[in-house]
């Protein structure tokens, strides 16, 4: 799925980001990875839905995250948001990046993060013409005997 992929992309550049910052705690989980920065803002990042808020299964694990009133991980009051991407409609790049507050499947605010985001591009190598090498051919044995020809 295209979600994993851009999901686990995610998650392995913002660990690079934020390794070794004492202001930013890293929570594994089995399927996910979420941020406590300063120990008052919980992130996690999602691919949106139409209504801009992460698309989600209903679990008791997303249930707990989206609702408001419950405690989380035995945190203490700690504000939840979602860095939540949208496709364009085409699916070939971002049509929105943003930092979303919700309650439950209701998008309370959102912060854009970029009218379009950018990435490092790293241009591919040019291509070089196939390197044409003659073919080796082998001559047959010499010593070998011609065959007769029959002669009437």
């Known amino acids: 799925m295209k979600a994993n992929i851009i999901f686990a ?7 690079e980001e934020f390794s070794g910052d004492p202001d930013v705690h ?6 996910t990875v979420k941020f406590l920065f300063r120990d008052s803002v919980l ?7 139409a209504r801009g808020v992460g698309s989600n299964i209903q679990t008791q694990a997303v249930l707990q ?3 408001p ?5 035995g945190l203490p009051d700690v504000h939840r948001v979602e860095v939540v991407y ?3 409609i085409l699916g070939t790049g971002f049509a929105e ?3 979303v507050a919700r309650d439950r499947r209701t998008r309370i605010w959102a912060y854009p993060l970029t009218g379009r985001p950018t990435a490092e591009i790293i241009p591919l ?7 044409l090498t003659p073919p080796v051919v082998t001559p047959k044995d010499r010593d070998e005997k011609p065959s007769e020809t029959v002669t009437e």
């Open 65 to 67: 995250y989206i609702d």
């Open 43 to 49: 992130v996690r990042f999602k691919k949106g839905n």
């Open 86 to 88: 949208q496709l364009n």
């Open 125 to 131: 190598p040019p291509r070089t013409p196939p390197v």
């Open 69 to 73: 009133q419950s405690s989380f991980a």
């Open 9 to 15: 992309f995610i998650a392995r550049r913002a660990l």
């Open 26 to 31: 890293v929570m594994h989980e089995p399927q």
């Open 97 to 99: 990046v943003a930092v």
